[in-house]
């Protein structure tokens, strides 16, 4: 069960996702010489899933020199895992599979750093019991810093 403003959010990202594969959002210009510090132009949202569900996160970077992403999940470092599947086709992914459980919710950040700066977000990750349905009245807390 998902609400329609997950829907609206997730076809949004998917949009986007087919602008940069086509070309339309280039993560560097080829052409630029001069150091531009990590800007986080997709930032990751909050997910909210069923328990035993997967949970996505991304996030699109721009930035000269390419800057380096790392994700954190309540401040520790992501390394990629069975559980943590991260990977790259012009948007950062972050896949967390067999965890989530009705008592599991975690804060994940995600940073981008290069010579010229860095950046950072926080989306939170929220579960829900197989049983409890989803309302568009409930909100979903997000950081962008």
């Known amino acids: 069960v998902h609400c329609y403003c997950y829907q609206q959010r997730l076809q949004r990202i998917e949009e986007l996702e087919r602008m940069a594969h086509e ?6 210009a080829l052409d630029q010489k001069e ?7 997709l930032v990751p949202e909050p997910a909210r899933v ?3 569900e997967t949970a996505r996160f991304r996030c699109r970077v721009t930035g000269y020199p ?8 309540n401040g520790q470092l992501i390394r990629k895992s069975k559980r943590f599947r991260l990977r790259y086709d ?12 009705s008592d599991d919710s ?11 700066g860095e950046t950072s977000s926080h989306a939170f990750l929220f579960t829900l019991e197989t049983s409890t349905g989803c ?8 950081f962008l810093y």
């Open 135 to 142: 309302t568009q009245t409930e909100r979903l807390t997000f």
């Open 23 to 28: 070309g339309a959002l280039p993560a560097v």
């Open 50 to 52: 069923l328990e035993g």
């Open 35 to 41: 150091k531009q510090k990590p800007e986080l132009v």
């Open 66 to 73: 390419m800057p380096k992403v790392n994700w954190y999940l």
């Open 106 to 116: 975690a804060s994940i950040m995600v940073k981008a750093v290069n010579i010229a």
């Open 90 to 101: 012009g948007i950062y992914y972050l896949d967390i599979v067999d965890y989530v459980t």
